[in-house]
């Protein structure tokens, strides 16, 4: 299992994936938004998202549980 | 001259535009959203007027809403800064139908100059070097396969409607034009601009040096000399420096007089930028873009000129008759205090713990924040300009070391590592460098 975080304050601006997708190492789960830059947030295992925690549109913190991927 | 100006912008340079304006003896009106209220240049203003919710669009970017304020407040003129409305010709327009005085070229020169491909076409007929590229909107990855073809790789990828590094990629191949195309034409239609995508020769090891201009109310266009902006990540600036160590006075006098042919061509009013692509080897360059504003890097101009560009744009669109005679002595660096992680120039914002700005002979900086501030993810990451000015290179870079090493930010991840790492760089320091040497730096 592998938790993926954010690495900074920013926006959510597009949700790639959803819960029960497979994903490979270094797929594009969503792109963050911040300070006019987009910041794609890869997965750095494979399996399947177990959970989604972020929107479309969310403010999220650094820190900040975005998905788990079992 | 009219007796107060709203100035359409946030941070450091709506603060720097404030400052010049109330030491003119003028009104300054600032404009801020919820986010902003707290900075430092909401407080300086004469009378700030809340637009709205933190989105640009709700308030910076809310072009009936700064109108509304402008009334409000009794403003008589508006200087747009840099970004937000600054190269706006709807906006422009809409603030002269208003009855306002607009701090900046005219609309049709905003639109001559905006549209890239016209640019480049325009400038090529005034007799200004062009790198070869495509003379028409590129619409679909066909045409551009073929014009790539034409042109020859490595190809630079661009919007033909955007600016700041947005959407822009290099290709090498056909492979990577696919790739680049694909990045500008998602950031056309994501910023707005026009669906029309352009290309140009590449040139490897280039310097970025752009000239600056101030188009005159008799007509006339004075060249103000040079920046060396090579000094960049994701094609956007980090470090700026005049004069620039690439050229020498042979080009120096070549891009001037381009530079002055060039304002000369949209009949340019006000400050304005025409950036380059320098050849240093072959002591040779060709036109990029021209900026109809006020650039970010304005600073390192002025403490080589003596000139306050700001005062000259307000003196200008005022009417007044201006005659300058500019002759440029010593060396300035510009370093951007950006808030990201020096390492992969991350976002970073957040809460200002700790801000001591440093001080000292030669040494200025333009802030758009004060300890106790939050640095949010609104807006683009400039805290601050770190400025050094000596009468030698040497002496410059010996002050810049001195100044990043005592400016103190803590709280919001910060580059000043990354600026001091920068010094230490023999490129740098040789001052021969160019637009590749941040990714050699982090390769």
Redesign the interface.
């Known amino acids: 299992m592998a938790e993926v975080r954010a ?5 959510v601006w597009k949700v790639l994936v959803a819960e029960g997708d497979s994903v490979e190492d270094g797929d594009t789960l969503i792109i963050l ?5 987009e ?1 794609p947030v890869i997965a750095e295992d494979e399996g399947v998202i177990a959970q989604l925690k972020v929107a479309e549109g969310d ?1 999220i913190q650094e820190g900040d549980l975005i998905a788990v991927i079992e | 001259m009219f007796e107060s100006v709203l100035v359409a912008n946030r941070g450091e340079i709506a603060r720097r535009i404030i400052r010049t304006v109330q030491r003119m003896g003028l009104r300054a009106v600032a404009v801020y959203s919820e986010a902003d209220a707290d900075l430092p240049f909401v407080a300086e203003a004469d009378e700030a007027v809340l637009l709205g919710p933190a989105n640009p669009a709700q308030s910076y970017l809310d072009a009936d809403k700064v109108l509304a304020a402008a009334r409000e407040s009794g403003a008589q003129a508006i200087h747009p800064g840099y970004g937000f409305f600054s190269e706006n010709a709807a906006f422009a327009r809409a603030v002269v139908d208003a009855g306002l005085v607009w701090i900046g070229p005219s609309p049709e020169a905003i639109e001559r100059m905006g549209d890239k491909i016209n640019a480049r076409n325009l400038m090529e007929k005034a007799g200004v070097p062009v790198a070869a590229g495509t003379r028409e909107p590129v619409t679909d990855l066909e045409q551009a396969v073929a014009a790539a073809a034409e042109i020859g790789y490595p190809v630079m990828v661009k919007t033909a409607g955007g600016g ?1 590094g ?1 959407g822009m990629g290099v290709a090498r191949d056909e492979a990577g034009l696919a790739k680049a195309f694909d990045q500008a034409s998602r950031a056309a239609a994501r910023f707005g601009g026009t669906p029309a995508i352009l290309l140009e020769r590449y040139i490897e090891r280039a310097r970025h040096v752009e000239v600056q201009i101030l188009g005159l109310t008799d007509g006339t266009v004075v060249a103000l000399g040079e920046r060396d902006c090579s000094v960049q990540r ?1 094609h956007q600036k980090v470090v700026e420096e005049t004069p620039s160590p690439g050229i020498g006075p042979e080009l120096r006098e070549r891009m001037l007089a381009a530079a002055v042919r060039a304002g000369e061509a949209v009949g340019y009013l006000g400050a304005g930028t025409v950036e380059c692509l320098v050849d240093a080897d072959k002591q040779d360059f060709v036109f990029l873009e021209m900026n109809t504003r006020l650039q970010v890097e304005h600073p390192v101009t002025e403490l080589v000129t003596g000139i306050d560009l700001v005062e000259q744009q307000l003196r200008i669109a005022a009417g007044e008759t201006v005659r300058l005679s500019a002759v440029p002595s010593g060396h300035a660096i510009e370093f951007r205090v950006y ?2 992680d020096p390492k992969r120039f ?5 809460k200002i713990d700790v801000w001591e700005e440093p001080s000292g002979e030669g040494v200025r900086v333009d802030s758009g924040y004060a300890a106790g501030n939050t640095v ?6 400039l805290m601050a300009k770190l400025c050094v000015y000596a009468p030698t290179r040497a002496e410059a870079l010996r002050r810049a070391r001195e100044a990043v090493a005592g400016f103190r930010v803590e709280g919001p991840k910060n580059n000043l590592p990354f600026c001091a790492e920068l010094l230490d760089r023999p490129e740098f320091v040789d001052g021969n460098y160019d637009t590749g040497l941040v990714s050699r730096m982090r390769a």
């Open positions: 690495e900074m304050v920013a926006n938004e911040s300070m006019k830059m910041i403010v | 700041g947005i994701r808030a990201e991350f976002p970073g914002p957040g949010t993810p609104f807006y683009d990451p």
